[in-house]
Structure formats: C-alpha cells, structure tokens
C-alpha cells in the first residue's frame, strides 16, 4: 500500500525567505502525487499535482514541486514567502490501480510565516 | 457552481445522540468521500462510494453510516455519538480516471460531542 511521509510537523520562515516543504513517498507503482493547502477554518484546496509528465510542476501562488522517482520524493517550494502562506500543507499520493480511489495522505506540515 | 458544500458549518452533541451530516456536489462527479481530521493525524478515510447506491468502508468507518440514495449527495450518519467522534468532517468528491483522482472537498464540519 501507498504511503506519505511528511517531516517537520511545524516549519517557520521568514517573510520573503524560500519555503521548502518535504515530502517522501511508497508506492510499488509511478504514482500521482497531489500538494493540498488548507488554511485556517477552510477546506482542502488544490496546490498542483504530477501526473507522468513533466518532472517539474509549478502550482497556484507561486509554488512548485519537483518529482524525483530515484529519491522517492516530491518537495514543494516557492521561492519568497508570503504572509498568505501561512496555512497547513498535506503531501498526497494517488492510489496504485486504477479503481482504488482511496490517496494516502501526509499527516501535513503547518507553515508559520514570520513579518 | 457551487463545488462542494456541506451541511451544518457547526454542531454540538450530546453522548448517545444522532445526527446526519449532508454533502452535495453539482460537478456530477462519481466518486464521494467522508473524512475526518484531528489535530496532528491528517484526514482519514470513513467512508467512500463508487457511485450512486454504492458506498464502502475506509480506514476508520466504526460509529459511521453513509448513503448514497442520489449521485449528488452523500450523508454520514452518526447513530449513537461519543465524544471520540469530536472532530472536523470532510467530504470530498472526483471524477472517475486512470489514476488521477484529484479530488474537490467541502468547507468542513465542526462537530464536538460532549
């Protein structure tokens, strides 16, 4: 089964420094992968996702995340923060088959972002 | 368009009452999920159906029912709630693809049980 791990449970940067989300992946076949952001008090909303093309996704806001199978890894990052940044973030991956619609998610990195 | 929208925002229970959760979604999408989030455990799977008149079980589905009587709503229901169920409710709905089930979720439920 698909799995997702998420480090650093809670990550602060300072307004108009880089942001790096990481997140690590299992899967026994090439996945989707999927970055969500949730911000206080709302739903889940898509931040951009990898299908098999291209290895470098840009996003929504400025972010992008990069696919790399050898490493098992799909970081998000965005070059400068912003204070609309802060918000928690859920790395995603897609199931194994098709008819299994069931993604595994990351437990999500909560993003403090620092004036 | 309104995507996904769930009824009630809020509510407050008391131990070993009911209550039904509503989502609706108007993109016509197949597929239809419950979950809840708690601090700490990302969101897990209640529940999910395939289509209309189809549900089945995720991670976490004892205490939960669901239905699927119309493809455009989905319930949860909660027949006797503990306050274990204390949490905030998702759904979320997609298409039916290959492989890329990107999927459109609700605002939330707030529910505490006390």
């Known amino acids: 089964a698909q799995s997702v791990t998420q480090l650093d449970s809670h990550v602060s940067v300072s307004e108009g420094t880089p942001v790096l989300l990481r997140c690590n992946y299992s899967?026994?076949?090439?996945?989707?992968l999927f970055w969500y952001v949730q911000h206080p008090n709302k739903g889940l909303q898509l931040l951009l996702k990898?299908?098999?093309?291209?290895?470098l996704v840009k996003g929504i806001n400025g972010f992008e995340a990069e696919f790399k199978k050898s490493e098992t890894s799909f970081h998000l990052t965005k070059p400068s923060a912003h204070m609309s940044d802060a918000a928690e973030y859920f790395c995603?991956?897609?199931?194994?088959?098709?008819?299994?619609?069931?993604?595994?998610f990351g437990k999500g990195n909560q993003v403090v972002v620092i004036p | 368009n309104a995507g996904v929208t769930q009824t009630p925002k809020f509510r407050v229970l008391k131990t070993g009452q009911s209550m039904t959760l509503l989502c609706a979604q108007d993109m016509n999408h197949e597929y239809m999920y419950w979950y809840r989030q708690d601090p700490g455990m990302g969101l897990r799977l209640i529940h999910y159906?395939?289509?209309?008149?189809?549900?089945a079980k995720g991670e976490v589905p004892d205490g939960y029912n669901v239905s699927r009587l119309k493809k455009q709503n989905f319930l949860l229901g909660l027949e006797s709630a503990a306050p274990s169920q204390t949490s905030v409710y998702f759904c979320?709905?997609?298409?039916?693809?290959?492989?890329?089930?990107?999927?459109?979720f609700g605002p939330g439920t707030r529910l505490t049980v006390t």
């Open positions: 995603v991956v897609s199931p194994e088959y098709y008819g299994n619609n069931r993604l595994a």
């Open positions: 159906s395939v289509g209309e008149g189809t549900t």
């Open positions: 990898y299908t098999s093309a291209a290895t």
């Open positions: 979320a709905s997609s298409f039916s693809r290959d492989y890329i089930h990107e999927q459109y």
């Open positions: 899967s026994s076949y090439s996945p989707s």
